[in-house]
């Protein structure tokens, strides 16, 4: 039976100061949609399956949709610090509030298609050959760019209408190498996949192994923000100048300037280490949240469970804290959609002088 979404199970998943009152008043006058009712006629409880939740969400949630298609990208050169668990709550969080999302996974180790649930259940097959027919049915990049199958054939959706996503698989290793021979080896991702996406959907979220390699250069040349988790440890804390230097020399020889949000992760705060180490972030990392996503087995079990920390566990502190980050990061996400819209236009006016000028002469 599917999950059913309560009074407050929506009030605590979209932080809203909306009453109860207030939500049945909506539903009575048409604002969102007819709740499933239970129990007694005198008092019947009212509850909402996940395919109606995006339109409740748009309407008292705490995301807005940008004014233009937003590309994300979530990468960092180490593993393990929760980039799969940002690309997970950041996605499902948007597809909640109507934001038409699809999420394009490029790590072959699959930690963002197994985190969406789609099959996690391989090993579960009654034989080897049964589960190879299994793994022989997901398609994704690679298939694409063999021109096996067009784009739309290797998005799926998920069990939100308003969140899509392209599997990962193994195959991923030889579209890196396959793609290297092409000219505009860099572009390929931006033009041939992430630029279709766009005509669909209102955010893209690229989710990055921590090996840089090409695709990860294909990523951050499609993206008009970057996401960097900063795990609250010594060793995080040590590879990040390494890695801000890299990023650096990357935009300067590409001429990239997408805007950089870096969130704190795995945040310890009975350690004190992990404090001090979260302040130097705070105190000397351009772009960092103020949030952290703090180590839980609530934030374990909602992987496992497909669902973002919100949905999971919607009454922990966990769960508010995780809500507040997206809230930080889709408020930079906005105001980097604003400035992309001014310098659009400012691009179309000076285009458009250009033209007036040549026809004049």
Request: charged share 25%; aromatic share 8%.
């Amino acid at each position: 039976m599917d999950e059913m979404y309560t009074f407050q199970k929506i009030i605590k998943i979209f932080g809203s100061d909306v009453s109860r009152s207030a939500l049945i008043k909506a539903e009575s006058s048409g604002l969102i949609p007819t709740a499933c009712r239970s129990g007694g006629k005198s008092n019947p409880r009212r509850a909402w399956t996940i395919d109606v939740l995006p339109q409740i969400g748009e309407r008292y949630g705490f995301m807005k949709k940008p004014q233009s298609p937003m590309v994300v990208t979530i990468f960092t050169t180490k593993g393990g610090v929760l980039k799969s668990t940002l690309a997970l709550n950041l996605g499902r969080a948007a597809a909640l509030h109507n934001i038409k999302t699809c999420i394009v996974g490029l790590d072959m180790q699959c930690d963002i298609t197994n985190a969406l649930g789609y099959q996690v259940d391989l090993d579960d097959a009654e034989n080897l050959e049964a589960a190879i027919t299994r793994l022989g049915s997901v398609y994704g990049l690679a298939d694409f760019a063999d021109s096996k199958l067009p784009l739309d054939d290797i998005v799926i959706q998920s069990d939100i209408p308003t969140l899509f996503f392209i599997p990962e698989t193994p195959d991923l290793v030889a579209l890196e190498r396959a793609i290297s021979n092409r000219t505009m080896r860099d572009f390929w991702l931006r033009d041939k996949v992430i630029a279709p996406l766009q005509q669909k959907f209102d955010l893209v979220i690229i989710d990055c192994p921590p090996n840089w390699n090409l695709l990860i250069s294909n990523a951050l040349m499609a993206c008009d923000a970057l996401i960097s988790p900063l795990e609250c440890k010594i060793n995080n804390f040590r590879n990040y100048k390494a890695f801000k230097t890299y990023l650096e020399n990357f935009k300067k020889d590409t001429r990239r300037d997408f805007d950089h949000i870096f969130v704190p992760t795995k945040f310890i705060s009975t350690r004190k280490l992990s404090s001090e180490i979260r302040m130097w972030y705070l105190s000397n990392v351009s772009g960092c949240t103020n949030g952290a996503i703090r180590e839980s087995v609530q934030g374990e079990e909602a992987i496992a469970s497909h669902l973002s920390l919100p949905e999971y566990a919607p009454s922990s502190l966990v769960a508010d804290e995780m809500r507040e980050i997206v809230q930080e990061v889709w408020n930079k996400i906005l105001n980097t959609s604003k400035r992309k819209e001014i310098f659009s236009s400012l691009d179309a006016i000076s285009t458009r002088e250009s033209v007036e000028i040549t026809t004049r002469v």
